[in-house]
């Protein structure tokens, strides 16, 4: 299994980004795509997440700005509006493979991961 995401790039302050994330080597939806964040120096942090029966989490930092969704066969969108500073990290798509438990703000839940896609917001 492999991710690859896309979308990323450079914004001004208040701008917005709609990143991607496609799986291949699955045939079967029943996944969890979730995704994080790292900024320079700071850990890792969730984002948001989808299960195949679109239940959805997402973090009260992000909430209201950034939207998650699923496309056909095994894709995820992470819509990111009013963009910030703060916002301006590494994103990565990764998947929860026992997608039957839903979608999860932990890591450690998630067993497959892309290479990121960088997100610059300039002020």
């Known amino acids: 299994v492999q991710l690859v995401e896309s979308g990323g790039g450079s914004v001004h302050d208040g701008g917005s980004l709609r990143l991607s994330c496609v799986v291949s080597?699955?045939?079967?939806?029943?996944?969890?795509m979730g995704w994080f964040r790292q900024a320079p120096g700071k850990d890792q942090e969730f984002v948001a997440a989808?299960?195949?029966?679109?239940?959805v989490i997402v973090d009260d930092v992000v909430k209201g700005r950034f939207f998650i969704s699923r496309g056909v066969a095994n894709t995820a969108f992470l819509r990111m509006n009013s963009l910030t500073p703060d916002d301006a990290a590494v994103y990565y798509c990764?998947?929860?493979?026992?997608?039957?438990?839903?979608?999860?703000?932990?890591?450690?839940?998630?067993?497959?991961w892309g290479q990121g896609t960088q997100v610059t917001v300039s002020s």
């Open positions: 080597g699955r045939s079967d939806s029943s996944l969890v």
């Open positions: 990764a998947v929860r493979s026992l997608g039957f438990l839903g979608p999860s703000s932990h890591s450690e839940d998630y067993d497959v």
């Open positions: 989808i299960d195949w029966r679109g239940e």
